[in-house]
């Protein structure tokens, strides 16, 4: 079973830049779907974007299409997210996730592993 850790996460104005990453360990990397989901106060948490386990696909939602920019390292063990131009309505809890039962493709909806999450605040 994976386990996964989150950091990067914190306080930037409108505009900036952060970056997230996601350690795993207890698993192959490799065999693992990837993707990051948030989760904003009094929302539901939603889909951000999500890697294939090859790193050859991927898959963002509408919202932080052509700014935000997910990646993966499997040699490493890691994954991020580099977030750019960011918005108020970033502000959230951005969770790591995985899923190792399906194939090489990507996803929108969440797989059987979680991180605790790292909180992202943009100001205006």
């Known amino acids: 079973q994976v386990q996964l850790v989150e950091s990067g996460g914190g306080l930037v104005q409108a505009g900036g830049s952060l970056r997230l990453s996601c350690a795993a360990s207890?698993?192959?990397?490799?065999?693992?779907?990837m993707g990051w989901f948030r989760q904003a106060p009094g929302k539901e948490r939603e889909f951000v974007a999500s890697i294939s386990k090859s790193g050859g696909s991927l898959s963002y939602a509408d919202s932080v299409l052509g700014r935000f920019t997910i990646s993966r390292d499997n040699a490493k063990n890691t994954m991020s997210l580099q977030m750019n131009r960011l918005k108020p309505e970033d502000t959230a809890v951005y969770y790591c996730?995985?899923?190792?039962?399906?194939?090489?493709?990507?996803?929108?909806?969440?797989?059987?592993?979680w991180g605790q999450g790292t909180q992202v605040t943009v100001s205006s």
């Open positions: 996730n995985a899923g190792a039962r399906y194939g090489d493709t990507v996803y929108r909806t969440p797989r059987e592993y």
């Open positions: 207890g698993g192959t990397f490799s065999s693992y779907a």
